[in-house]
């Protein structure tokens, strides 16, 4: 039974914030806009860390070894925040044979990876059959790697393209996605959340499934008794209601997908995960940034057009859409913080090193995080827009324990595997920093060089004796 939400309440109150924390009271959307406006930052993240302590215990902190595979960059769709998606016919557009995916899953097995997170463009020429196939002889080869792959968008277009019996949406999606279970897939990523509200994303998200389409999806996904994630790309043209809008959209969703099939096995949102918007080699990152020309006083035309419950227009603001809001570090813990406090039926959030760098990842540890991600193997989808930070585990591993946690190995189920707590643990082995650099991320289509070059140099600070 999901905790009642005061909203006569005076949420700045520290006895009313004390029973959030305490799982006793829900924030309503207001009163996480006032949180938002008005309680300052370190505040915010102390009252969101008591939150994740009260959730995860005060010890161990987590990762995952897993390795990103976009089969494909050939999409239909024409996101404006997106560097990585092509066209069939340009020269650098690519779709991975096979044997390919399973030479970077022996890979990944290899270092003791446990889940691979396989996602694309939405690509018009490939049939159902070499998903299945696909799947097929991933746990043909590898039974124990778990399959955690193709986001709601890549859903959705699957409806479009292969036209499966059903009457409605959902019954389309759960004859597809039942096949694909069948074949191998276990549990569904959240990719492709961005911002629900509309007029955010019909302006970015150009040809991508809408709120209701991405929500019915990992819907049917936890009716079908599998996990999901869910995102939430941030720091553009969006306004602060509706970040919050977005968290009220997953948390109704999450408290149905309970009550509806949780006695029957059925799966939910297990972890919540924010990023900022990478502007690098993106048409939205050629927009300017609001304040250059600006009045400080001015309100953005995000705010100005957004609201609490996903209404807003448009046409409110001649600017809207036209100006992003970038989000910096502390932007970035704020909205984590809040995400932790209000995201009550959401287990684990994840900290986002990919995009903040690994020291912010790790203070995102003491912001409501209780997850630092996966080491990186390979990605190609922020790093076309500019990111290319690169951890391997001895590293994750110590940003944790230098945080003031244990740092220990889960699974997609948030299980633990390994807890590190002793001196054989990946980076209390480590007996030469300076030799342990982190290297460049493998990009697909990119010739590598070997041995990796380092172009990434992460100072993890003095090593503790
Ligand atoms: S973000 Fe995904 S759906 Fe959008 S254009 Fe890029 S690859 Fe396609």
Request: glycine fraction near 10%; include cysteine.
């Amino acid at each position: 039974m999901p905790a009642p939400i005061r909203d006569d309440m005076d949420i700045l109150d520290l006895a009313v914030l004390g029973a959030v924390v305490d799982g006793e009271l829900r924030l309503s959307p207001a009163q996480a806009m006032r949180l938002y406006h008005e309680m300052g930052i370190h505040d915010l993240g102390r009252w969101a860390d008591a939150r994740a302590r009260r959730l995860h215990g005060d010890r161990i902190r987590t990762y995952v070894i897993d390795r990103n595979i976009n089969y494909t960059n050939v999409c239909t769709a024409k996101c404006t925040f997106c560097a990585f998606r092509r066209d069939g016919h340009e020269g650098d557009a690519y779709t991975l044979e096979a044997q390919r995916i399973l030479s970077k899953i022996a890979e990944l097995a290899e270092i003791g990876g446990t889940q691979i997170l396989m996602q694309g463009g939405m690509n018009p020429d490939l049939p159902l059959a070499w998903y299945l196939d696909l799947l097929r002889v991933i746990k043909a080869e590898f039974p124990d790697i778990h399959v955690h792959a193709f986001s709601p968008p890549e859903f959705i277009e699957f409806v479009r393209f292969f036209d499966p019996p059903g009457d409605t949406l959902e019954a389309k999606l759960r004859v597809i996605m039942t096949q694909m279970q069948e074949a191998g897939l276990d549990s569904i990523p959240g990719g492709g959340g961005e911002i629900f509200a509309p007029a955010v994303r019909r302006k970015i998200g150009l040809g991508k499934c809408d709120a209701e389409e991405w929500l019915t999806t990992m819907r049917v996904a936890h009716e079908l008794g599998m996990n999901t994630s869910a995102t939430m790309m941030f720091g553009h043209i969006e306004g602060i209601a509706d970040r919050i809008h977005h968290f009220e959209l997953i948390r109704q969703w999450q408290d149905r997908s309970i009550a509806d099939f949780a006695t029957d096995g059925g799966g939910r949102y297990k972890a919540f995960i924010a990023w900022p918007f990478q502007r690098e080699n993106t048409p939205l990152g050629r927009c300017r940034e609001w304040g250059q020309d600006q009045d400080p006083n001015e309100p953005f035309p995000g705010d100005i057009v957004a609201r609490l419950d996903g209404t807003g227009d448009k046409s409110e603001h001649p600017g809207f859409g036209r100006y992003v809001r970038m989000a910096g570090a502390s932007e970035y813990l704020r909205t984590q913080a809040l995400s932790r406090l209000y995201l009550d039926n959401v287990y684990s959030i994840g900290s986002s090193w990919v995009t903040m760098g690994a020291h912010i990842g790790q203070v995102g540890l003491r912001y409501g995080a209780n997850d630092m991600g996966s080491v990186m193997m390979e990605e190609n989808v922020v790093s076309a827009a500019g990111t290319t930070y690169c951890l391997n585990e001895p590293m994750l591993c110590r940003l944790i324990r230098e945080a003031g946690f244990i740092p220990a190995q889960r699974n997609n189920e948030y299980n633990l595997l390994r807890v590190h707590a002793f001196g054989d643990a990946p980076d209390l082995a480590v007996t030469d920093w300076s030799r342990l650099r982190a290297t460049r991320l493998h990009v697909e289509g990119e010739d590598q060089p070997e041995p990796p070059v380092p172009t990434v140099e992460i100072t993890l600070g003095v090593k503790k004796k």
